[in-house]
């Protein structure tokens, strides 16, 4: 029982660590690696009689607690691609692995995701080499065969000034030159709307009383313009503006690109908007409206998104709204539903009683007051006056409070996110080692018998693994099996062959001894390479001692028959 015990366990040898388990539990799970292991396969080793994976072991002993009991548990000290990947070695899928593990398993995806985000905003990331660039800009041909001209070679430089703030010390001062500009445009622009910073017009008005026949004359001055420094402030921004607008056009890598960034159009638009303001202020400065024209001006506020080209800061923020989208549509449906909800509420409440001081004629004048109070803002404008609509509108605050407070923790949790995966990349290394891709060793096949001499000198290999089969705990089962049955034990069959050589049964077999030492011990007797019975070599070397045996400088190597005839046993070793 114990013998047929012994032959349906398997030994698995991962990364240093060896795994017992039955051959029946590795095939609970069909079509993976470990339910197709077969001794022909080139990790197995005949004499150790175990598999070899160089893999990570944490791992596997997961894994292989999922052949037994059909659960797959995450480790926590894995990193989530590494666990990934020794699933897919495996032939696993990953979606098996249990709810409990499966919140800190996924943790890694989004890890992932927000470092693919980090590299499309360019925050920081390392100087391009001279090939990525002429693969950047269309003249990766000419690159290679040295024939790029003297624009191909200068139209880089340029657009790294004006588009990659950090590439160099000038593009440094390009970019302090820019915001300089759009921080005095937009000052400009805010300014000259105080009334101190803007001249009146002043007008002559002849008036004529026609009941006193009389004619007098008084001044006007409803009208008022900005005062003219702002307009020589803006034209030297403007100038600058457009400069950069056109410069950053030639030298883009392609249109396409440059048409696809949104600061792009705004910065197209605030620059058109201030020349049709002042083609508009010399063709028609007589239009008494001619304050409508202003209002268009408010686009060039819009240039403070240009800033986000320049500060990490803001990018990292603006995507932060866009990671954070499905949270912001649920805050705003939840507080549209209370602001029509409650807006009702308040305006049949405030009708119940006799109210002639009532401040809510109507459902939408009511939906200002709700979502002023939902916001927690709280005017004063309009209030409710009955206890119906005091407890209404208290409803309405403590929602209001719950409704707004829900999804701001999760917008915080993804800026802070966000913030410190940058700071954090900012942080690493610019040059990291590389890992060179080496072949993995094979099994060498049967070589001639020529090439074999030098093969029969190294054997260091296969008497440290015999040594080790020696002491396997394998063997100590089988020997108390084999003292059971009245059979001769692995260490007694051994000194009795030192002795006599009484082995085995009737047909001469030693059936607690390895398959594969039974198959030497056979060979070396037959091939006249061993001692005949009554030999005085002692136990042990009856059967190891031949390979240890060093030939001398004028004979030739000794070559065992073994070594010959049997193709399964390398003496240099079995690679994994």
Known sequence: MALMDGENRITLNVGGVRFETYKQTLKKIPATRLSRLTEALANYDPILNEFFFDRHPGVFAQILNY????????????????????????????????????????????????????????????????????????????????????????????????????????????????????????????????????????????????RNNYTYWTLDKAQTYP????????????????????????????????????????????????????????????????????????????????????????????????????????????????????????????RLHTNPKNDFKSIPEGLWWAVVTMTTVGYGDMVPKTYAGLLVGSLCALSGVLVIALPVPVIVSNFSMFYSHTQARMKLPKKRRRVVAVQQPRRQQRQPHSHRRQDALDTSGFQRRTNAVKFHHHHNNNNKAAETNGVPSHQQQLALTAEGCPTGNAAGATPSLPKAFQDVSKQLVEGGSAPPCGSKRGSHASIFGVLARQPNASEEPYRPAYVQNTPTVTLHGVPA
């Not at 548990?73 to 070695?89: I, K, N």
């Not at 159009?265 to 002042?278: G, K, N, R, Y």
Request: hydrophobic share 45%.
């Open 67 to 210: 052949y037994r009991t059909g659960k797959l548990h995450y480790p926590t000290d894995v990193c989530g691609p590494l666990y990934e990947e020794e699933l897919e070695f495996w032939g696993l899928d990953s979606n098996q692995v249990e709810p409990c593990c499966w919140m800190t398993y996924t943790t890694h995806r989004d890890t992932q995701a927000t470092l693919a985000i980090l590299d499309k905003l360019d925050i920081e990331t390392d100087k391009p080499t001279e090939e990525e660039v002429a693969k950047k800009f269309g003249f990766e041909e000419s690159f290679h065969n040295g024939e790029t001209t003297r624009w191909q070679r200068i139209k880089p430089r340029i657009w790294s000034l004006f588009d990659e703030p950090h590439s160099s010390h000038w593009a440094k001062v390009v970019s302090l030159t820019s915001v300089f500009f759009i921080v005095v445009s937009i000052l400009s622009f805010c300014l000259k709307t105080h009334p101190n910073c803007r001249v009146p017009v002043i007008r002559n008005i002849t008036v004529r009383d026609h």
């Open 227 to 350: 005062h003219e420094a702002f307009l020589y402030v803006e034209l030297v921004c403007n100038i600058w503006f457009t400069f950069e607008l056109i410069v950053r056009f030639i030298v883009t890598p392609t249109v396409k690109v440059f048409l696809e960034s949104p600061l792009n159009w705004i910065d197209f638009v605030a620059t058109l908007s201030f020349h049709s303001d002042m083609l508009l202020q010399y063709y028609f400065s007589d239009i008494e409206n001619a304050d409508i024209l202003e209002f268009f001006s408010i686009i060039r506020i819009l240039r403070l998104f240009k800033l986000t080209r320049h500060s990490p800061g803001l990018k990292i923020l603006i995507h932060t709204f866009k990671a954070s989208s499905k949270e912001l549509t649920l805050l705003v449906f939840f507080l549209v539903l209370g602001m029509v909800i409650f807006a009702s509420l308040v305006y049949y409440a405030e």
